[in-house]
């Protein structure tokens, strides 16, 4: 059944994330070429970043029209795939972790990664395996979003796999109502560029991996930081027209428009 899509802009407004979205079939999570590029330990615990840029299937899974549908529904008509990476975190005792570092995310928010104003960035996490409670699931904060950007600071427990290493300090986080959004393979969470979220290790026995895609509408733009120069090689107009033009389309070749 197809949510509305004026249902999901509200929810999405007022709570800062939609979860559990069916966007994929088994069949196409299954596809062979997939699975060999995420087959490498060593590179997809944190990687695999923008492959958007040289690999059809990743364009096509970042441009898929169930996807872009729910992203239009609350970023608007005019949109652009921003940044792609895969997060894999393996078992424990799949990959030898340094001194007993276990990897996890710290609380935060991806517009301080991003610094954009003039639209709002939605980071969504395509499950390629099953996320729950045991594999490290997102967790959110509903209605954070409306705070405004918080103070973030580097983290103080070693692991944290944001390559900032940064983390919003624990007196900032009201962690009792945070909400977790487990996942089945195929399905996407969807979370605003001020959500607080944060992810657990994976203390299960299998990998858990996820296509983490952030979109913009063309109206933002990026605000100049000269101790933190940013710069966008992997931008892609993906739906509508960009009259705004604040970001170069960097559309590859292989890129088939469909709108
Ligand atoms: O999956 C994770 O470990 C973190 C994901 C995250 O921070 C994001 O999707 O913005
Ligand atoms: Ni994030």
């Known amino acids: 059944m197809k949510t509305d899509t004026n249902q999901m802009k509200s929810l999405y407004e ?3 994330y939609l979860s559990a979205i069916h966007v994929l079939d088994q069949t196409e ?19 695999l970043h923008n492959i ?33 990476r895969f997060i894999c975190k393996y078992s424990s005792s799949d990959v030898p972790q340094k001194e007993d ?13 991003w610094g954009f104003e003039g639209g709002s960035v939605a980071s969504v996490w395509l499950a390629f395996d099953d996320v729950d409670t045991e594999n490290g699931v997102l967790q959110v904060i509903p209605g954070s979003h409306k705070q405004g950007v918080l103070e973030h600071r580097i983290a103080k427990i070693p692991g944290n796999m944001l390559p900032s290493n940064l ?15 487990p996942l089945k393979a ?4 969807v979370h605003d560029g001020l959500t607080l979220h944060a992810n657990e290790p994976n203390m299960s026995d299998d990998r858990k991996c996820g296509f983490v895609i952030c979109y913009i509408p063309t109206t933002a733009y990026p605000v100049k930081d000269a101790e933190c120069p940013r710069t966008f090689p992997a ?25």
């Open 101 to 113: 570092i276990v990897p996890y995310v710290a609380w935060h928010q991806d517009i301080k990664s």
């Open 14 to 16: 007022d709570n800062g």
């Open 186 to 189: 195929g399905q996407v969470s």
């Open 235 to 259: 931008s892609v107009l993906v739906d509508g027209t960009d009259k705004f033009q604040n970001f170069q389309n960097n559309a590859p070749k292989f890129f088939k428009k469909t709108f």
């Open 167 to 181: 983390e919003i300090p624990k007196h900032l986080v009201n962690v009792e109502d945070a909400v977790e959004c």
């Open 29 to 47: 999570m299954e596809q062979e070429h997939q699975k060999t590029e995420l087959n490498c330990k060593e590179y997809t615990q944190y990687n």
């Open 52 to 84: 958007h840029m040289e690999h059809e299937w990743a364009m096509n899974l970042a441009s898929h029209p169930n996807l872009l549908q729910e992203i239009t529904a609350v970023l608007g008509p005019n949109v652009i795939l921003l940044d792609s």
